[in-house]
């Protein structure tokens, strides 16, 4: 069975329609499935959506958010209470194609336990979108050690690759990351972003610059690194400043006490920062250790009695 979870915040207008779509989709291709709606804590009468949804199809779970707790927790909700053995996870405004998910299921069914969909294209974005969603992606790539810049969220998980997931013991999730972090036999499917129908993005520019922050600072101990690099910069400038101000003071160009000063400066500055990069490296060490991961995942034994 096939379990789709579907996150959905302020979607009252989508459920049903994502409901059906994906009914009729699946259905067609005798797929047998369940589909998981988690409200997020919406406003509106998303969970009366929801319900009804339930009522009409028995192949429809819900599960309810006491408040908003936004799409990452949403999304591992909807995990958790899947029963199928495989999932996917798609956004419930249909953006992600469930065309797709058939796609996906095929490969599944080939033995392949993580499908991710790759963005064919990025939709429309101003040129200062693109390049900040580009470094961002960059820093989460080298950190994952997988090429992220055209991820989605749309993906499709074996059983095994979504208990992997749900036994991370940290708190804060980056899904799109952990998914292919966590390794196994891994599959894409490309696929185009659909035009929103109803409603409108959750996504304001501040909220993605914060969601870009927390997102690097969960993934890579990258940005702890930039103060290391930064002193060791200021150091090399202060050997070329001390050699000038040597020679100016030994030619007798200097004036009086000035000399000492400045390499005081310049010394003691730079030292400041490559020890506080230091530090950095330790910090990055020990968030490392408390987030606790596990050192290895095992996707397969073989042998007599495994
Ligand atoms: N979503 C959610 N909780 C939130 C924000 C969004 O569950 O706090 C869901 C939303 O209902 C949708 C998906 O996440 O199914 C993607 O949201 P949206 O379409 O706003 O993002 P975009 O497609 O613009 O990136
Ligand atoms: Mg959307």
Not at 70 to 77: D, I, Q, V
Not at 194 to 213: D, P, V
Not at 270 to 282: A, C, D, P, R
Request: charged share 25%; net charge neutral; glycine share 6%.
């Amino acid at each position: 069975m096939l379990s789709v979870v579907l996150p959905a915040y302020n979607e009252e207008k989508m459920i049903q329609k994502a409901a059906d779509t994906i009914d009729r989709i699946l259905s067609a291709e005798q797929i047998s499935y369940e589909i998981v709606f988690v409200n997020d804590g919406s406003k509106d009468a998303t969970w009366e959506e929801i319900e009804k949804a339930a009522e009409r199809n028995p192949n429809v779970v819900g599960v309810r958010f006491s408040r908003n707790f936004g799409k990452e927790a949403a999304m591992f909700a909807g995990l958790a209470e899947a029963r199928g053995d495989c999932c996917a996870v798609m956004d419930c405004d249909l953006q992600h194609p469930p065309e797709t998910l058939v796609e996906m299921y095929r490969l599944w069914e080939q033995g392949y336990e993580v499908i991710e969909g790759v963005k064919r294209s990025r939709g429309k974005e101003s040129a200062l979108h693109r390049m900040c969603a580009g470094l961002f992606y960059k820093m989460i790539s080298k950190a994952v050690k997988i090429d992220m810049s055209r991820a989605s969220d749309f993906k499709l998980l074996d059983r095994r690759a979504v208990d992997a997931l749900l036994s991370m013991p940290e708190r804060n999730v980056f899904f799109r990351a952990l998914s292919s972090w966590i390794g196994f036999k891994t599959a894409s499917v490309e696929f185009d972003v659909q035009e929103r129908t109803e409603g409108e993005s959750k996504w304001s520019t501040r909220s993605l610059i914060q969601y870009a922050i927390k997102n690097i600072v969960i993934f890579s101990t990258a940005a702890l690194q930039f103060v290391t690099c930064a002193g060791a910069v200021v150091f090399v400038a202060a050997i070329v400043l001390a050699i000038q101000t040597l020679v100016r003071y030994f030619t007798g160009h200097a004036v009086e006490g000035f000399t000492t000063v400045i390499l005081l400066i310049l010394i003691i500055g730079s030292l400041i920062m490559i020890s506080l990069g230091i530090i950095g490296y330790y910090i990055g060490k020990i968030y490392e250790e408390v987030k606790g991961r596990p050192r290895y995942l095992i996707a397969k034994r073989v042998g007599k009695g495994r």
